[in-house]
């Protein structure tokens, strides 16, 4: 089954230790996202790759950055993580942008604890 | 500019009761409309979408028609079970997903 992976499903650092979170598709999708999440509240944005265009929202501290190497992965590092960090961490994609092309496909979540 | 408007929960009820969870928007041109499940500890699913006024999209007894009218894309099933207990999104499509707040579903045996 088509799906998006994400790895860990839990994570654990200590503040300030750098950590990076993985997501894979195999949808073949344009668009990635990554979204942060705490304690069931909506998901925020953080940035998302129309393929290879890289989109920061205005919002994104600059401790998190992201890669996409290729169509299939794409990586979320923090850099130095806050107590604040500790959230759920959702990866999803699309096909395109826009109108009913927004329908994103979610993976599990990595659920990460700062310490 | 954009927003989406949820009822606010916890929303508490029976078994085999009957559900609404209100969802309003705002917005220009003629968004998609989406709603989505999150079940305890794990990613959000698409539930259901309508992509123009007086669609109705549907999927696992639950129901919701594009009101263009009163701008609503309300949620409801007939027949709620304790496995519908999650976290329901509503949200809208214009050039990015604008996200309601979500409404916590809590169902009594």
């Known amino acids: 089954d088509a799906m998006v992976i994400q790895n860990p499903r839990y994570q654990v650092t200590q503040f300030g230790k750098p950590v990076t979170l993985s997501c894979s598709q195999t949808l073949n999708h344009n668009v990635m996202y990554w979204y942060q999440q705490k304690s069931s509240q909506a998901p925020k944005l953080l940035f998302h790759y129309y393929d290879k265009d890289f989109n920061n929202e205005a919002d994104t501290p600059d401790n998190f950055q992201s890669r996409r190497p290729n169509t299939s992965f794409c990586f979320l590092d923090i850099r130095s993580p806050g107590l604040g960090d500790t959230a759920m961490y959702l990866c999803?994609?699309?096909?395109?942008?826009?109108?009913?092309?927004?329908?994103?496909?979610f993976g599990p979540g990595t659920r990460l604890t700062v310490l | 500019g954009n927003s989406v408007t949820q009822m606010e929960g916890p929303v508490t009820l029976s078994e085999e009761a009957f559900l609404t969870i209100n969802c309003t928007y705002t917005a220009t041109g003629y968004p998609s409309l989406f709603w989505y499940v999150q079940y305890p500890g794990e990613g959000l699913q698409l539930l259901l979408k309508?992509?123009?006024a007086d669609d109705k999209g549907s999927n696992k007894g639950f129901e919701a028609t594009y009101r263009k009218e009163t701008t609503s894309f309300h949620l409801e099933k007939g027949s709620v079970q304790v496995s519908d207990s999650a976290v329901y999104f509503c949200?809208?499509?214009?050039?990015?997903?604008?996200w309601g707040a979500g409404t916590k579903l809590i169902i009594k045996p």
């Open positions: 999803a994609t699309s096909r395109d942008m826009g109108g009913e092309f927004n329908e994103q496909f």
């Open positions: 309508a992509t123009k």
């Open positions: 949200a809208l499509s214009t050039h990015q997903l604008i």
